[in-house]
């Protein structure tokens, strides 16, 4: 089979999971649906791009040994999981913060656009932010910590091959999946300008979702 011939293991089983993974919701494709609505296409696809390469420099560090390192060193994932934590509540938080007030601004003006409400999301440098949700997105480091390197052979004699294989085949669908939600936000943007209440709704539900996504982080372990 093709799989074994370059050594990857169970290869439908893997392609499986991938899908599986990819369309769990998380902190990456939120935050690029979130600036595609906010900011259009162009913006979308920066965010999409820093997804990408967070998820390759995951991937490379997986391969290159370091989801050993972390078993072997328990306190050192201890803190890289507190740090992502921190980070995406401190995210959510923001933008909890940012939806009341845009409710209270339509409450107190029903009449005014959202055009003008306060930023939803930091969408100002999407390539660099969405790059550090994805180092710190809890669903990307236990696929690559706990699920990516299952599917090598240990016994292959070019490893390489086999991580850049399983690599093109994560960021292949995740080209799709993120291309599709950023036409989709991009449809969504003008609804959310035109409804302040149901901006500031979805910015609050997604805020929610990144608290979430820290507490999950923070509770997660290799096994």
Same mark, same amino acid.
């Given at each position: 089979m093709l799989g074994n011939s370059i050594g990857i293991l169970n290869l439908w089983t893997y392609l499986a999971g991938v899908v599986v993974v990819i369309l769990l919701p998380g902190p990456n494709s939120l935050y690029v649906l979130a600036v595609a609505?906010?900011?259009g296409v162009r913006q979308g696809y920066a965010g999409a791009c820093g997804v990408f390469l967070g998820d390759t420099i995951l991937m490379t560090l !997986?391969? #290159?040994g370091v989801a050993s390192l972390l078993h072997a060193q328990p306190a050192l994932f201890f803190v890289v999981k507190y740090l992502g934590a921190a980070y995406l509540c401190w995210m959510g938080l923001n933008m909890l913060r940012g939806a009341i007030a845009n409710a209270r601004a339509a409450r107190a003006n029903p009449q005014a656009s959202a055009v003008a409400a306060p930023k939803q999301v930091d969408a100002d440098q999407p390539f660099r932010r969405a790059l550090f949700? !994805? +180092?710190l997105n809890p669903k990307a480091i236990l696929f690559c910590v706990s699920f990516f390197i299952q599917f090598v052979d240990p016994g292959y004699a070019?490893? #390489?091959v086999s991580f850049a294989v399983l690599g093109v085949i994560v960021q292949t669908c995740s080209f799709l999946y +993120? !291309?599709?939600l950023i +036409? #989709?936000?991009y449809r969504l #943007?003008?609804?959310?300008?035109q409804r302040r209440r149901l901006s500031a709704g979805a910015t609050g539900g997604v805020g929610a979702l990144f608290v979430g996504f820290g507490v999950k982080l923070a509770t997660a372990t290799l096994s």
């Open positions: 609505a906010q900011r !997986s391969a #290159a949700i !994805s +180092l070019y490893p #390489a +993120l !291309s599709t +036409l #989709a936000g #943007a003008e609804h959310f300008r």
